[in-house]
């Protein structure tokens, strides 16, 4: 595997070392194309760069951003709709230009027309040039969950169960946690010409092995990223704890 894997031994210095290759792409070329993924994992990362811009480090003022999903049927402004995360964990704190960010319509009248132009417009924009993932316990990237196709595209998808379970503590009851969401697809994160990896927290650790060391395989989603030629895996301690030789790690 030709990825570059990055151990930190904490979330912090994870989200650090990530917020720098961000900071560095942004330089090199202000007005690249980011694409951004929701969850908790990449909030430490967007802190940074929030912090960044505020010190005036980096400017996102060319920057263009496309979020990579969202839930099917939420208002925008609901606090669990990923539209109100970015905005609240990024773009509003940030100098990044509103007609830049781009987020899928998840209460669209026609979602597959929502799916097809909002794959379009990240083509139209020039591709995506870095692409930010956090990953599922089940090796989802984005809503592409196990099954996905290699080159789907932006499309609905049914999340897995397991999916909404580990996203049910932000709704009061599990069964409001939506059943379908909009997400990019694992040939559109193909495409992106970076990939950063993120991932923290011992939980991670054996879909982390599974990803960067397992099979190939739709089902693992994850996996299909050991054949992109410009990986970057950032993780903490935790989370890299089974990437060593003898596999899982004993206590
Ligand atoms: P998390 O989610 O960052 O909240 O762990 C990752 C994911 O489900 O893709």
Redesign the pocket.
């Known amino acids: 595997m030709r990825a570059k894997i990055i151990i930190t031994d904490n979330y912090q210095l994870m989200s650090e070392a990530a917020a720098r290759l961000v900071i560095e792409q942004i330089k090199k070329k202000p007005n690249a194309v980011l694409g951004l ?1 929701t ?3 990449p909030i430490g990362l967007y802190e940074n760069l929030v912090k960044a811009a505020w010190l005036k480090t980096v400017s996102l003022s060319q920057t263009k951003a496309f979020l990579l999903d969202e839930y099917v049927g939420l208002n925008k402004a609901d606090s669990r709709s990923f539209h109100y995360f970015i905005k609240n964990k990024l773009f509003d704190r940030v100098d990044i230009k509103k007609e830049n960010t781009f987020i899928p319509d998840g209460q669209a009248q026609d979602l597959k027309k929502e799916c097809a132009s909002y794959e379009s417009l990240i083509k139209r924009h020039g591709g995506i040039d870095l692409l930010i993932l ?3 316990l089940n090796g ?1 990237l984005a809503f592409d969950e196990p099954g996905s196709e290699i080159d789907s595209k932006t499309r609905v998808v049914k999340l897995k169960e397991q ?1 909404r379970r ?1 996203n049910a503590a932000y709704f009061k009851k599990p069964s409001q946690v939506p059943r379908q969401g909009i997400t990019i697809g694992l040939g559109t994160i193909m495409k992106a010409r970076k990939i950063i990896l993120l991932a923290a927290g011992e939980n991670k650790a054996g879909v982390i092995r599974r990803a960067l060391k397992g099979k190939i395989t739709k089902s693992v989603p994850a996996s299909i990223l050991q054949t992109h030629k410009n990986l970057t895996v950032v993780l903490d301690q935790a989370a890299a704890g089974e990437l060593m030789a003898g596999g899982k790690r004993r206590k």
């Open positions: 993924a969850g908790a994992t956090g990953i599922g989802h999916t580990a």
